[in-house]
């Protein structure tokens, strides 16, 4: 796929998880505009300074989503929280190998913290517009259910998708009706690796921070997984 410079302008900003936004923008240029789900852009801040974002949205989607969570002291973060409709931001892309494979017998598991669910989304909404979607599941961790974006859409991304939220924190009380199988435990994502079953169909697809998907690869490598069934997306 080539890669492209453009123009995209925001349309709509909503925070969806604690110190997360979600950022819909139209592409201004190039049109037409295409990406395989999974894959990034790379957006510029002043004259020098660039950052990588994983397109949440899928390839037929418009307007095009990302999921941005505010870090503090951060060059662009500081320029997103202070972002209105209307700004234009420059990019290139789209670019990224991280993508579904073909393998059609495959079991998809999804492993994300943070805003690393957005090229899972992604990936999974294009997976279940299918005519035979493989089937799936989702590890998706992180301090709360109020630290997780897209919560409140799971149940609308695949009726099927077996759910696991791993909460660093105590979990609530009340926890909400998701709609799907969900199982939720006060635990890291690891912990339900660990207790898997594997088996030679299994595929995992891993998106977070750098030490959330390092330490899984090397656990499913420890456990037997062979690094070809292990595809990999590292926020830094």
Known sequence: MNIVEGTLTILSIQ??????????FSVESPTPFSFVAGQFLSLQFGSTVWRAYSIASTPEDHPIEFIIKFVE????STIWWNAKVGDKFHFKGPFGGFQLSKNLDAHLVFCATGTGIAPIRSMILVENKKSKPRSMELLYGGKSIDNLAYIDELSGWDTRLQVKLGLSQKIELKLRDFGIQTQVQNCRIT????????????????CGNGDMVKSVSELLQTMGVNKSKIFMERFN
């Open 191 to 206: 912990k339900f690796l660990e207790e898997r079953t594997y088996s030679p169909n299994d595929e995992f697809y891993i």
């Open 73 to 76: 002291g951060g060059t662009a």
């Open 15 to 24: 925070e969806v998880a604690y110190n997360t936004k979600k950022f819909l």
